[in-house]
C-alpha cells in the first residue's frame, strides 16, 4: 500500500513539531501557526494540520500546503487522512461484507488475506435494525428488541465474527443509543493522543450525519461505505479545498423557539443560499449563546443544508459539555491547551475570512415545521394550516391525474377498540419523537416531557388512531425522564420507550394502525407523520403516508394531541378539559425557566458515565451470540442476509483500458431532487416488488421479508431494491411507479428494472440512468451507487450532483457526467434513445477530460466530467476503490501509481 508509517513516527518536513505539556504529560503537535495566517477558518486549519502531519518531504506536500493557504486558488487537491471511521449497522454491514469479499479476493490473487484490515480505529454502533412494530405500551421495548435480535440474527453474528476477526474494529451493541448521540456523548475524542503525539480528532463516517459530531469542534462529514473501508485501510480521502461559508450568529434564542425551530430556520437559509459541497463555519457572539446540546442540533443536519460540514469551533461551552458527559479532567484540559495553541479556539469577536458569509440574528426564529417532504420546506407554525391545505389540494390533484393511488374520498370512517372515528386527509398517523437530531438535546426533550405532564393534567390524550412512539438515542434520556418524573406522563399519551435506535426516522416506523392503513388502501385518504427527525423525504417514513412533517419534540405531541395537521395550534384547541373547557397549546407548553430548572435537577455526569460504563459489552443476547474466530469469513450459501459480492470476481492484477461508451440504453430517466431514498429504498420490503419475488423464491415467509435497510450485506436484494421506492416514477415508462422501465430488447414492453437491466447484461447492452438537477441527495447510501452498478449503469448523465453520491458512484466505477447544453428531456425525450459517451479515452494518458461529447440518436451534447481529483480518476480507471485498494495492497509497499502512502495509527479499545 506504499510507506507505511505511524502518526507519530517522526515525520517533520516542514519543521512543525513542537512540545505541549498539559495535564501531566508532555505531547508533541504539529504546531501550525507559523504556516497560517490568523484569519484562516477553523475547519481550513484543521485540513492544514492534517497536511503538515503527514507531509512526506515531496513537492506533492508543498502543493497541499499552498492549495490549503491559498484557499483553494491553486486548484490542486488535498489528501485528508482519517482519524477515526465511524459506521452504522446497515451502512457498517456491507462495509464488512466488501472487507470479507477483498479477502477472498487477495487470497485468489496469490495475496495475504490479512492485509484487508482496518489500521485506524473503526467504530460501529449498531442502531439502525430495530423496527416500531410495537408500540403505545409498557412491553414495546422488550417485545421490539426479541423482533429485532430475530430478524437480524445472521447480520449480529457476522459483525462478531468482524469484530472478533478484524483489528481496530469495535462494536456498540444494540439497544445502547443513536449512532451519532453516541459519538457526542462518548466516542468523540476532540483532541487524539497516539504514540505520544496530539492531533485533531478527524471523524469521517458512513451515514450522512457524522457531521453532528462538528457541533462539538470535530471535524467530519459523511462518505460512502466503501470510501470508508478505503480509509479503514489507510487511503488518504483526496478533495479540492472546499469554499468554507461563515455563518454568523448574533443574538439570542427568543421564548417559546427551540433548537428545532431553528435548526430549519438555518436549512431554509443555507438551502437557498447554497452551500452544496462547502464547508459551513459558525461564528460570532451568538455562539456564545448557544449550548454544544443546541450545536448538535445544527451541525446534526449539515446534509439538510447541503454542505459537506457545519463545524462550531471549540470554546467554553465545549469543555462545559466535555465534563458534562463524563469526559476525564486529563482530556477536557488537552482540548482546551490544543485548540487554543492551534487557533482553534472560538474568539466571539475574531474575524476569519471566509468565501461567504451568511447573517442570523437568532431572535428572529419563531417556531416552524419543515415539510411535506423535504428538511428545507420551513413552514412557520401559524402558517401551517394554510401551507398544509395548498400541499394536500396539489396531492390531490395528482391523484386525480393518476399519479398517485385512485382516491374515492377525502374522508374515510375507521372504527379503533370498538369506537368510530371519522378522519378526513390531514389525519396524523405517526407521531413520533425519534432521531439523534433531537433526543441528542435534553432542552427539547425535557420540553416534550413536561408538555406531556401538563396536558395530561388538563384531561388530554393522544388520538387513537395516531401511533405514538419514543425512541431516543441514548439511555441517558431515559434516566433524565425517570428522575423528573416525567415518564409515566409521557406513556399515558402512548409515548413508551419503543427502542433506541433511528427507527421512524429511517422509515423503520413499522405499520400503522391497522384500521389507518386500511383507510388509506380503500379511499386514498391523505394521512401525514410528525417526527422529530431530519429526513422527511417522500415514501421514506411509512409507505401508507404521503406527507411527513419535522417538529420539535412538543409539538410532535401537540400534533399525536390534535391528531390532525390541518389545525392552527396557535389559535384552535388541542382538545377539551373533562369539563368540556378548550386546551389551546399556549396553555400547556411550558415555561423556559421550568425547562433550566429541571434539566439542572435531573442530569449529571455521573448518568452519562454510567450508561457508557460498558459500552462495548452489550447485553445478555449480545454476548451469548457465538462465532468461531477466522482469517476468512464462512460464507453461507443459504443466507438471505449475508452473500459474497461479485464486485470482485475475476479481478485481475491490473486494470483494463478504459473505453468510450457506446450504444447505451436508459435504463432509468427522472427529473430534478432525486434523494438516495428513490434509488434505493431503506423501508419494508413491499409484497409486489422484485426483492420479494426472490425472498418468496427462497422460502423467505412475508412476515419475515423485513427492510432493504436490514439486508444490505444481501446484493441479491439491494441490486432487485435499486429504483424500487414507490414514490419513484421513471419516465422511461410513463404512468408507472416504483422499479418499472421498458425494455427495448424486447419491443419496448413494460418490464421491472431488474429484469430489463438482465437481459441488457446478457446481451452486453451498457445502460445509463438520465436526471435531472441535484441527483442523490439525502443519506449516503453506498446502495444507491451499488445497485445500479451490480445491475450495469456504466454512467449517470445529470444537470448536477449531491456530494456524498458523486463520490459514490465513483468508488463503483460508475462515471458522473454533467450535462452543460441540456436537461433530461432534451437527452433523452422518451427515455428509448441509444446514449453513446466519446472522449472517454483520454483517461487512459493519466488525464482527465474537462468534458466529453453524448451523442443522443446522434444528437450531441456535452457533459462535464465529475471526475474532480486524479485519485478519483484512479478509482474510476480501477473500476473502482475495492480493485484499486486491492491492487495497492498487491504491490506489497513499493510506491506505484495505484499505491500513495498509507499511514497507520494505533488507537486502541483500551483509549476508547
Not at 746 to 759: V, W
Not at 820 to 841: Q, S, V, Y
Request: with cysteine; net charge negative; charged share 20%.
Amino acid at each position: 500500500m506504499g510507506r507505511n508509517h505511524l502518526a507519530g513516527s517522526g515525520l517533520d518536513a516542514l519543521g512543525t513539531r513542537a512540545r505541549l505539556d498539559v495535564a501531566g504529560q508532555s505531547l508533541s503537535y504539529h504546531r501550525i501557526d507559523g504556516l497560517s495566517p490568523a484569519d484562516l477558518p477553523v475547519s481550513l486549519r484543521i485540513l492544514l494540520e492534517n497536511v503538515a502531519r503527514f507531509h512526506d518531504g515531496t513537492s506533492r506536500g508543498d502543493d497541499q500546503v499552498r492549495a490549503i493557504l491559498s484557499r483553494g486558488a491553486t486548484g490542486t487537491p488535498v489528501d485528508l487522512y482519517a482519524s477515526r471511521v465511524f459506521l452504522h449497522d446497515t451502512n457498517g454491514v456491507p462495509t464488512v461484507v466488501d472487507l470479507a469479499a477483498m479477502r477472498d479476493a487477495m487470497a485468489a490473487l496469490g495475496g495475504d488475506p490479512g492485509l484487508v484490515n482496518p489500521v485506524i480505529a473503526s467504530e460501529l454502533v449498531i442502531d439502525h435494525s430495530v423496527i416500531a412494530d410495537v408500540f403505545g405500551r409498557p412491553d414495546a421495548l422488550t417485545r421490539n428488541v426479541e423482533l429485532e435480535y430475530a430478524r437480524n440474527g445472521e447480520r449480529y453474528r457476522f459483525l462478531r465474527w468482524g469484530q472478533q476477526s478484524l483489528q481496530k474494529f469495535a462494536v456498540v451493541p444494540p439497544g445502547t443509543g443513536i449512532m451519532h448521540q453516541v459519538n457526542v456523548e462518548h466516542l468523540a475524542r476532540v483532541v487524539m493522543v497516539e504514540d505520544g503525539l496530539a492531533f485533531p480528532d478527524v471523524c469521517l463516517g458512513t451515514d450522512s450525519h457524522t457531521t453532528m459530531v462538528n457541533g462539538l469542534g470535530v471535524l467530519g462529514w459523511g462518505i460512502g461505505g466503501i470510501e470508508a473501508e478505503a480509509a479503514m485501510l489507510g487511503q488518504s480521502m483526496s478533495a479540492l479545498v472546499p469554499d468554507v461559508v461563515g455563518v454568523r450568529l448574533t443574538g439570542e434564542l427568543p421564548a417559546g423557539a427551540t433548537a428545532t425551530d431553528l435548526v430549519l430556520t438555518l436549512t431554509e437559509l443555507l438551502r437557498t443560499h447554497g452551500v452544496i459541497g462547502k464547508f459551513v463555519e459558525f461564528h460570532g457572539t451568538g455562539v456564545s449563546a448557544l449550548p454544544v446540546a443546541d450545536r448538535v442540533t445544527i451541525a446534526n443536519m449539515s446534509p439538510e443544508f447541503g454542505s459537506t460540514c457545519a463545524l462550531f469551533p471549540v470554546d467554553g461551552e465545549t469543555l462545559r459539555y466535555l465534563r458534562f458527559t463524563g469526559r476525564s479532567e486529563a482530556q477536557v484540559a488537552l482540548v482546551e491547551a490544543y485548540a487554543k495553541e492551534q487557533g482553534l479556539w472560538h474568539h466571539p469577536a475574531s474575524a476569519p475570512r471566509f468565501t461567504e458569509t451568511v447573517d442570523l440574528d437568532l431572535s428572529t426564529v419563531v417556531p416552524s415545521l419543515a415539510g411535506p417532504s423535504r428538511p428545507e420546506d420551513r413552514v412557520p407554525l401559524d402558517q401551517a394550516k394554510s401551507r398544509f391545505r395548498t400541499a394536500v389540494e396539489s396531492l390531490r390533484q395528482q391523484g386525480a391525474s393518476g399519479s398517485r393511488r385512485t382516491r374515492t374520498s377525502n374522508t374515510a370512517t375507521v372504527v379503533i377498540d370498538k369506537t368510530t372515528h371519522e378522519l378526513s386527509d390531514g389525519a396524523v398517523a405517526v407521531a413520533a419523537i425519534t432521531s439523534c437530531t433531537n433526543t441528542s438535546n435534553p432542552a427539547v426533550m425535557v420540553a416534550a416531557g413536561l408538555l406531556a405532564r401538563n396536558a395530561v393534567r388538563a384531561g388530554l390524550r393522544s388520538k387513537p388512531w395516531v401511533k405514538t412512539t419514543l425512541s431516543p438515542g441514548s439511555r441517558v434520556v431515559m434516566g433524565y425522564y425517570r428522575r423528573a418524573g416525567l415518564l409515566t406522563d409521557l406513556e399515558a399519551l402512548g409515548f413508551h420507550l419503543a427502542g433506541f435506535g433511528c427507527m421512524t426516522c429511517i422509515g423503520a416506523s413499522g405499520p400503522l394502525i391497522g384500521a389507518v392503513s386500511e383507510a388509506v388502501a380503500d379511499t386514498g385518504l391523505t394521512v401525514t407523520s410528525v417526527l422529530s427527525g431530519n429526513r422527511n423525504f417522500e415514501g421514506r417514513i411509512q409507505p401508507d403516508v404521503a406527507m411527513n412533517y419535522l417538529a420539535s419534540p412538543p409539538l410532535v405531541i401537540a400534533y399525536a394531541l390534535a391528531g390532525t395537521m390541518d389545525i392552527d395550534l396557535r389559535t384552535e384547541a388541542l382538545g377539551h378539559t373533562p369539563q368540556g373547557e378548550p386546551v389551546h397549546l399556549h396553555d400547556i407548553w411550558p415555561d423556559p425557566a421550568e425547562i433550566e430548572t429541571v434539566m439542572a435537577a435531573s442530569i449529571d455526569a455521573a448518568m452519562f458515565t454510567d450508561a457508557y460504563a460498558n459500552v462495548f459489552a452489550g447485553d445478555r443476547r449480545w454476548q451469548d451470540i457465538s462465532v468461531p474466530t477466522s482469517e476468512r469469513f464462512a460464507w453461507d450459501a443459504d443466507s438471505t442476509y449475508i452473500r459474497r459480492p461479485p464486485y470482485l470476481d475475476d479481478m485481475t492484477r491490473e486494470p483494463e483500458a478504459v473505453k468510450d461508451i457506446t450504444g447505451a440504453r436508459v435504463l432509468v430517466k427522472l427529473g430534478d431532487q432525486v434523494t438516495t431514498d428513490h434509488i434505493s429504498p431503506a423501508g419494508a420490503i413491499t409484497a409486489s416488488s422484485a426483492a420479494a419475488r426472490y425472498l418468496s423464491q427462497l422460502g423467505v415467509p412475508r412476515p419475515e421479508f423485513n427492510t432493504y435497510a436490514s439486508r444490505r450485506g444481501n446484493h441479491q436484494v439491494m441490486m432487485r431494491g435499486a429504483f424500487a421506492n414507490v414514490r419513484l416514477r421513471n419516465q422511461v415508462a410513463p404512468g408507472t411507479r416504483g422499479g418499472r422501465t421498458r425494455n427495448f430488447l424486447a419491443d419496448g414492453r413494460e418490464d421491472s428494472i431488474y429484469d430489463a437491466a438482465a437481459d441488457y447484461r446478457a446481451a452486453d447492452v451498457p445502460m445509463v440512468v438520465v436526471a435531472g438537477q441535484d441527483y442523490g441527495g439525502g443519506s449516503s447510501r453506498d446502495w444507491a451507487a451499488k445497485g445500479p452498478a451490480l445491475l450495469g449503469v456504466r454512467s449517470v448523465i445529470a444537470q448536477s450532483f449531491e456530494r456524498i453520491h458523486r463520490s459514490n458512484l465513483i468508488a463503483m466505477g460508475v462515471l458522473p457526467l454533467e450535462l452543460i447544453d441540456g436537461g433530461p428531456d432534451d437527452l433523452a425525450p422518451t427515455g428509448a434513445e441509444t446514449i453513446t459517451i466519446r472522449g472517454l479515452e483520454t483517461l487512459n494518458t493519466g488525464q482527465i477530460p474537462a468534458t466529453v461529447g453524448v451523442l443522443s440518436d446522434g444528437r450531441e451534447f456535452t457533459a462535464r466530467v465529475r471526475l474532480d481529483t486524479p485519485r478519483e480518476a484512479d478509482y474510476f480507471r480501477h473500476g473502482g476503490v475495492m480493485p484499486y485498494v486491492l491492487r495497492g495492497l498487491l504491490a506489497g509497499g513499493a510506491d506505484t501509481e495505484q499505491a500513495d502512502p498509507t499511514p497507520k495509527h494505533t488507537s486502541t479499545k483500551e483509549e476508547r
